[in-house]
């Protein structure tokens, strides 16, 4: 079965650091780039970073760069959001999705999703 | 940055009814990078459409997409109990590399 597990969330202060990972199994995820998401409460999707199959390609939202570092190790078959100096504005559930793309390699999708963590930042 | 703008931000129907929901970007966006997603309470997006049109393994034929440049739609042809759920699209491509439209929750009238 294809499945992304989230993990890593949970409560902390304002400025401090967490890491998420995202563990890939049932794909060749070596094969895949890779996106977090993520929901505040009661809001909508916001794309957070994403990386390519071999990490050669990253990019961030504006709203994360310099705070936050995507990585990942295919050998562990595991993504990773390394999220430093975090605000009351990054409490979300974040989400890993993996990107696929349809036809003749044009088409783009995220397909599969995990369950989410979550990540609350107060004092 | 690309700007997606769905509408209306609510959709009240009854089940069996038709559903039709827009999203319009603020530049053209290729049909290819152009994606819808479902989310029901408490679950992850589900992708439903992709390349603006295709259904996504499993989705079923009351879902279809269609569109082109500025302006997307998404068409529930006849609502399930199961179909009343927030719809979400996503485009690829430009700088930031992907956004989200604010969402349309469709609820039971």
């Known amino acids: 079965e294809v499945q992304l597990v989230e993990s890593g969330g949970g409560l902390v202060k304002p400025g401090g650091s967490l890491r998420l990972s995202c563990a890939a199994s049932?794909?060749?995820?070596?094969?895949?780039?890779m996106n977090w998401v993520r929901q505040a409460p009661g809001k909508g999707l916001e794309w957070v970073s994403s990386?390519?199959?071999?990490?050669?390609?990253?990019y961030y939202a504006d709203s994360v760069k310099g705070r936050f570092t995507i990585s990942r190790d295919n050998a562990k078959n595991s993504l990773y959001l390394q999220m430093n100096s975090l605000r009351a504005e990054d409490t979300a559930v974040y989400y890993c999705?993996?990107?696929?793309?349809?036809?003749?390699?044009?088409?783009?999708?995220?397909?599969?999703w995990g369950q989410g963590t979550t990540v609350t930042v107060s004092s | 940055e690309i700007v997606l703008t769905q509408s209306p931000g609510t959709l009240s129907l009854s089940p069996g009814e038709r559903a039709t929901l827009s999203c319009r970007a603020s530049?053209?966006?290729?049909?290819?990078?152009l994606a819808w997603y479902q989310q029901k309470p408490g679950q992850a997006p589900r992708l439903l459409i992709y390349?603006?049109?295709s259904r996504a393994t499993g989705i079923p034929d009351r879902f279809s997409g269609s569109g082109s440049g500025t302006d997307f739609t998404l068409t529930i042809s006849r609502l399930e109990p199961e179909d009343f759920a927030v719809y979400y699209c996503?485009?690829?491509?430009?700088?930031?590399?992907?956004?989200f439209g604010g969402g349309t929750k469709v609820e039971i009238k």
């Open positions: 990386i390519s199959s071999s990490s050669s390609y990253i």
């Open positions: 530049q053209s966006v290729s049909s290819s990078y």
């Open positions: 390349g603006a049109s």
């Open positions: 996503q485009q690829y491509g430009s700088s930031p590399p992907i956004t």
């Open positions: 049932g794909f060749t995820f070596s094969s895949y780039s």
């Open positions: 999705a993996r990107v696929e793309w349809f036809g003749e390699e044009t088409d783009y999708g995220m397909d599969v």
